[in-house]
């Protein structure tokens, strides 16, 4: 385990979500007051690892393929989710890297940070192109997620292609999930949800 305390997180290395999962927890959120690495910018790469890592193991588990997460070698994007895609060259099976470029943000409810405002933030045009990632956490109030569908549809354009807002649940209803569980609710260009 000493190997992987001393991991360089770097651009051109691709990690997949269980194991990035497994560092966040062992060597970074336990080791921060609160758990609140979003007040910390020296934490500021490896925050939006996990929070990728917690998307790549989103799509891992609605395609079925394996998904992995890394840094890209500028920003924007934040990180990178790819896959390896099958393809034939010269003749033969061979793979190439499939690169999903994920913008990230938070929407911080006990701060009063509203879903649609935070989604705006990033509705820029140096986002085009890229899967915009919201981390909704805190108590502070309720989202009102139909409102913030109609408010974008009702938008003249939005940059990214697609929009997803991603938060930790304990419960479903009445029944209690597993730790660390995470629901990841696409808003835009169309509606669905996931756990992971």
């Not at 000493?2 to 991991?7: A, E, I, N, S, W």
Request: overall charge neutral; some cysteine.
């Amino acid at each position: 385990m000493d190997t992987v305390k001393k991991l360089k997180f770097k651009h051109g290395y691709y990690f997949s979500p269980g194991f990035y999962q497994s560092y966040w927890l062992k060597y970074i959120q336990d080791k921060v007051p609160n758990h609140d690495s979003f007040s910390n910018q020296k934490l500021e790469q490896y925050q939006e690892l996990w929070l990728g890592s917690i998307f790549a193991a989103l799509y891992t588990k609605s395609t079925g393929e394996n998904y992995y997460v890394g840094l890209p070698d500028r920003d924007p994007p934040d990180v990178w989710v790819v896959r390896l895609e099958p393809i034939i060259y010269k003749g033969r099976e061979a793979s190439r890297l499939e690169r999903m470029p994920v913008e990230i943000t938070r929407c911080h409810l006990d701060e009063g940070e509203n879903l649609f405002d935070q989604i705006m933030r990033k509705n820029k045009p140096a986002y085009s192109n890229t899967v915009l990632l919201v981390y909704l956490y805190g108590f502070g109030g309720e989202v009102n997620f139909s409102d913030t569908v109609k408010r974008l549809s009702e938008l003249e354009k939005v940059y990214p292609i697609e929009i997803f807002v991603l938060a930790k649940v304990a419960h479903d209803g009445k029944t209690a999930l597993e730790p660390n569980t995470f629901v990841g609710m696409m808003i835009y260009p169309e509606q669905r949800q996931q756990t992971v």
